[in-house]
């Protein structure tokens, strides 16, 4: 691998030659004459340098976007290498929705790691939009997103499960004892919304939609638990991933409110890049996935369901044992 173009990379994505340095575990003055290197060797200024920053300029921009590609080919050619000698192994970048990357991805991992001990994942969530810009220009192996991937270009789309959204409130909002909701309480109570650019907006701007209104209050954040919480805290209502809302439903600190035509579905789909070379593990990551696809389909929470109870049976002996000890000391 070209150390200077390495070099040059880091310095971009950090926009500071001393995080650049510490990140690739080398002495500042060696960054400094890396990028000097390759800024002789193309005869052009890469970074504008001053106390507070460091920017890339017009020929840097176009160096970063070249040289980022050249080492995402070299990283690929060495794994692909990698992969003609040995089973599945090796970094596996997947990229996820908040909805599934949260509350469904950990535990298929866990599951998937055990065939594959030696894979090393590493996750990056995003909504829906960023996960498949990360897949198609090759930063990800993989990303699972929810909602429409019609305008997906370079993207080859597979759908794997589907999910249901409902509509809750905290148990002591005044909407909570309501056997069906109506259209006007709708209109009038504060609502709490992801970002645009999610699959969970896109369903909710949808319900907005066939209702024909729009709250007076909205509040929009970026976070599903964040937004989980001030739901909790009396906020407003929302709507989210039964997934995500399956515990909460279950110890019923959250209700989930009953309109016709609710709850609203949608699908979760996996997604790659159509060009290119897929190492083994991600094709064995892939094909994972697809053998879970009748289960994840079948029922909202399947994996967290798996969880719990394998939980449950791994705590309960120690819970038993902690009982019976007390009860003796008595």
């Known amino acids: 691998m070209d150390i200077h173009l390495l070099a ?5 994505e950090e926009h500071s030659f001393t995080l650049a340095a510490e990140k690739l575990r080398i002495s500042q003055p060696a960054i400094s004459q890396h990028v000097q290197t390759l800024e002789k060797r193309l005869d052009v200024q890469l970074f504008d340098r001053n106390k507070r920053n460091v920017r890339l300029t017009k020929a840097g921009q176009v160096a ?8 995402n080919s070299y990283s690929r050619m060495t794994r692909l290498i990698e992969d003609l000698r040995s089973k599945p192994s090796g970094p596996l970048a997947i990229g996820a929705s908040f909805t599934f990357g949260e509350y469904v991805l950990p535990h298929l991992i866990a599951d998937f790691r055990k065939r594959y001990p030696e894979v090393e994942p590493t996750v990056q969530i995003q909504n829906t939009r960023a996960v498949a810009e990360l897949v198609s220009n090759g930063d990800l192996d993989i990303g699972i997103v929810e909602g429409s991937t019609s305008s997906l270009q370079e993207i080859a789309v597979e ?20 056997e069906v909701i109506t ?29 024909q209104f729009r709250p007076p209050v909205i509040q929009e954040f970026t976070s599903t638990q964040l937004i989980k919480e001030s739901v909790l805290a009396g906020l407003g209502i929302t709507l989210l991933s039964r997934w995500t ?16 035509g609710l709850p609203a579905e949608r699908a979760f789909s996996m997604i790659l890049a159509k060009s290119g070379f897929r ?37 309960s002996p120690h ?12």
């Open 159 to 178: 759908p794997l499960a589907a999910d249901h959204l409902v509509l809750v409130c905290a148990s002591d909002h005044p909407l909570a004892g309501r």
């Open 183 to 211: 259209e006007e309480d709708l209109k009038s109570a504060p609502w709490i919304i992801r970002e645009v650019g999610s699959g969970t907006r896109e369903i909710t701007e949808v319900v907005f939609e066939q209702f």
């Open 279 to 315: 190492t083994r593990v991600t094709s064995s990551f892939q094909s994972y996935l697809l053998e879970q696809k009748d289960r994840l389909t079948k029922g909202g929470g399947y994996q967290i369901g798996l969880a719990i109870r394998e939980t449950r049976q791994i705590l």
């Open 8 to 12: 040059f990379v880091t310095v971009a």
């Open 64 to 71: 970063y976007k070249e040289a980022k590609e050249i080492l």
């Open 245 to 260: 809302v399956h515990r909460e439903l279950q110890w019923q600190a959250l209700v989930e409110l009953k309109l016709p």
């Open 319 to 330: 819970i038993s044992r902690c009982i019976k000890s007390c009860t003796d000391k008595k």
